[in-house]
């Protein structure tokens, strides 16, 4: 990724954060693999301090939008403490292959990992928490239906999610029938070759108490023009 590319994605900007549109299919960090990933791009975004933000959160991979970078030490110990107590509002946009049966709610599915004998893993349901999953709790809404290529039943979700679990949106929307387009991890049967439709839309950060908090909007990337159009979005 060209300096100008990423310079060309900021969000926000002031002295303690950053807010960047992260592409998808772009790791936020190395793996035990290594490879190609955002932070090694990151110098580019310094503005003059002496060091490049960092990562005030994760998105997966597969993700793209808002990401909120802390430009130093203090300003990351802030941006955590805000992150940690659920005071920072992410609101993320989702087409889906299948329609939930209720138009909106709250999914509270506690989530756990599971590793397979090949060193994969997935996040899995465990209802009631019955074997040591994790709280996760997302807040949903359907913004349109439509139907894609092979007339599949699409929608177009709003989801907020109210904890931070590994994949959380993507198991639980699964979880009532409607798995992410390009998701067959989780349950898309469509059978299209598309890069996962998600996209962390928009984040409200209260950064400063005695300020509004500050609101970031990313745009709809290309590879999920098609989709939610059909879904009725419109540009504008």
């Known amino acids: 990724m060209r300096q100008e590319e990423l310079l060309a994605r900021l969000l926000y900007r002031d002295g303690l954060m950053l807010i960047i549109d992260k592409p998808a299919g772009l790791p936020v960090h190395a793996g035990p693999g290594g ?9 580019a975004l310094r503005f003059g301090l002496p060091h490049p933000p960092a990562l005030a959160h994760r998105l997966d991979r597969d993700t793209s939008g808002c990401l909120v ?3 130093h030490r203090k300003a990351l110990s802030r941006l955590g403490k805000l992150f940690q ?3 920072v509002e992410k609101a993320y946009w989702a087409v889906t292959t299948g329609i939930p049966e209720q138009s909106e709610g709250t999914i509270d599915l506690p989530l756990r990992k599971v ?4 060193g994969g893993w ?3 349901t465990d209802p009631g928490g019955k074997e040591g999953g994790q709280s996760a709790v997302t807040e949903y809404r359907v913004l349109g239906t439509g139907e894609g290529p092979a007339d599949e039943k699409l929608a177009w979700i709003e989801a907020r999610p ?7 949106i993507r198991v639980h929307l ?4 409607a798995p992410l387009l390009g998701d067959p991890q989780y349950g898309d049967k469509s059978g299209r070759a598309v890069p996962l439709h998600l996209l962390a839309r928009a984040v409200t950060v209260p950064l400063y108490p005695k300020k509004p908090p500050i609101v970031a909007e990313a745009p709809v990337p290309e590879h999920m023009r098609a989709a ?3 879904c009725g979005w419109r540009e504008g």
Not at 35 to 43: F, K, P, V
Not at 174 to 177: D, N, Q, Y
Request: hydrophobic share 30%; net charge positive; no cysteine.
């Open 35 to 43: 490879g190609r990933n955002l932070e090694q791009y990151l110098d």
């Open 69 to 71: 970078l802390g430009r």
């Open 85 to 87: 107590s659920g005071a």
């Open 115 to 118: 590793s397979n004998r090949t």
């Open 122 to 124: 997935r996040m899995v």
């Open 162 to 168: 109210k904890t931070g679990r590994t994949h959380q």
């Open 174 to 177: 699964g979880a009532i029938g």
């Open 228 to 230: 939610l159009k059909a």
